[in-house]
């Protein structure tokens, strides 16, 4: 997904850019006030096609990186041409994992800046202030992100050419980008509209599920947290039942399509896998109920509970019916994105 292509004329003011940036374990978002780019946090190294390497350009615009690691095939790029083994992915969290994950996440950024500014080449220097966030448990790491992503970075993707000078970094709860998307309006300013002194999320992502408790302003580190769950339990058990079934390995595009859908198409002939979808479900569904229970028990003193993230829509009739005063929060997926953002104009404000 992309939307409105930077024009580098936008660039040459010296004005500040500034990005709301969800680099999650499963797609990475980015917004600016006019823009939106999403892609699955994947990569590979590039490999020389054989055939129809020309048209990679236009239908995977952004996609191909090069750094002093080398060429990369990064997002939908990477899962259509880079062989499952050989994929990398953005999750765990061991000393090592989290030394190599900042790399990662810093990749993944400069091809969302990349894909954000689109058009500027001749190495033009772009000021950015970033806002993003970090898994609830995880937020230890966070002065590590910060200094990953500070300063000036060369980003050189194929549709771009460009030094991103990282003046400001914000990294916050990841969760609490989702509260920011109803607190503030996307001018940084507090919105009146949302009256709750009490606000929850629940943001279910690819490989965690976090939840996020703020009163009045105020984030209640005791009633917020993370499990490691997540829409990969689901993802796996699909991939293990369609290999099992069909005797090969299933690409990740069409696994995604059955857990949403119900739907395999095997041969040319649509075949049912609701029922075993909705067993694959349930890990996840019992993690985001537990989860919830554990931090808010009942629920009683909580007002409303946004629930976002690429998840959402596969446990909301559950966490609706247990918790009623949950709001399943429109374009979920960017809803932390779009919360980053707003914080980001907060803080230019005050």
């Known amino acids: 997904m992309s939307k409105a292509k930077a024009s580098k004329s936008n660039t040459n003011s010296g004005s500040i850019v500034t990005v709301g940036m969800d680099i999650g374990y499963g797609v ?6 006019d823009q939106a780019v999403v892609f699955p946090s994947v990569m ?3 490999r020389e096609l054989k055939f129809g390497h020309e048209s990679m350009h236009t239908k995977y615009p952004g996609d191909q990186i090069t750094d002093d ?10 899962l259509s041409q880079v062989p499952p083994g050989e994929l990398l992915r953005l999750r765990g969290r061991t000393a ?21 500014l689109q058009g500027v080449w001749d190495r033009e220097v772009v000021h950015l202030r970033i806002a993003t966030g970090l ?12 200094a990953a992503l500070l300063g000036q970075h060369l980003v050189q993707t194929d549709c771009a050419e460009l030094i991103a000078n990282v003046i400001e970094v914000m990294v916050m709860p ?5 509260a ?14 949302h009256t709750f002194m009490r606000t929850g999320v629940v943001d279910v992502g690819t490989y965690t599920v976090d939840i996020a408790l703020d009163e009045d302003g105020e984030f209640k580190d005791a009633e917020s947290g993370s499990v490691e769950s997540g829409v990969f339990t689901a993802q796996e058990r699909i991939a293990a039942l369609l290999e099992r079934d069909h005797r090969q390995k299933i690409p990740y595009s069409i696994i995604e399509r059955v857990l949403r859908t119900g739907k395999f198409m095997a041969n040319g002939r649509e075949l049912d896998y609701s029922t075993e979808v909705e067993d694959a479900l349930d890990p996840l569904r019992s993690a985001t109920l537990n989860l919830i229970s554990e931090k808010w028990k009942r629920g009683a003193t909580v007002e409303v509970i946004y629930l976002s993230g690429g998840g959402a829509e596969l446990v909301h009739e559950q966490v609706i019916e247990a918790y009623p005063q949950t709001v399943l929060v429109r374009d979920a997926q960017l809803a932390n994105a779009r919360g980053y953002l707003n ?6 404000r005050t």
């Not at 690691?69 to 990477?78: I, K, M």
């Not at 609830?136 to 910060?146: Q, R, S, T």
């Not at 503030?184 to 919105?191: A, F, M, R, V």
């Open 180 to 193: 920011y998307a109803n607190l503030l309006t996307l001018k940084g300013e507090i919105n009146p509209r």
């Open 135 to 146: 898994p609830v448990d995880h937020m230890p790491d966070a002065g590590e992100l910060k």
């Open 96 to 116: 090592n994992e989290r030394t190599m994950g900042n790399a990662f996440r810093l990749r993944l950024a400069k091809v969302a800046i990349g894909k954000l």
């Open 28 to 33: 990475v978002k980015a917004l600016t006030d």
């Open 44 to 46: 590979g190294h590039a």
């Open 343 to 348: 914080y980001a104009h907060f803080v230019a």
């Open 69 to 78: 690691q080398g060429t990369w095939f990064v997002g939908d790029l990477a």
């Open 174 to 178: 990841q969760p609490y980008g989702t």
